[in-house]
């Protein structure tokens, strides 16, 4: 379980600081790259015991631009967003 940004994003930041797991990168450490923020997928629990809703989607200004990684269109939607996360502490 995780969520992914796509390339709408335009390098706001306003994501990063919101992720209670520190799971999101800039685009000066994006692993693969790309020069857009990234979510590391093993760090990201969806926010489930932090929030209600994944907060960096809920701060971020575009579209649809961070989305659920086995989801393509529209904003997050998981039906299984109820079943509890494993935080992954550094
Ligand atoms: S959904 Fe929550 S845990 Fe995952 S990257 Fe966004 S803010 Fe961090
Ligand atoms: S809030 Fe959205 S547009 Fe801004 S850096 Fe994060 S993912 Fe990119």
């Keep these: 379980m ?46 489930v015991g932090y929030h209600d809703s994944p907060a960096c989607a809920e701060a971020c200004p575009t579209e649809g631009c961070i989305q659920w990684s086995d989801v393509i269109d529209g904003m997050p939607a998981n039906e299984n967003r109820k079943s509890k996360g494993t935080p992954v502490v550094e």
């Design 2 to 47: 995780a969520v992914m940004i796509t390339d709408i994003c335009i390098n706001c930041g306003a994501c990063i600081d919101e992720c209670p797991v520190e799971a999101i990168v800039d685009d000066d450490e994006n692993p693969t790259g790309e020069e857009i923020y990234y979510v590391y997928a093993d760090k990201c629990v969806e926010c």
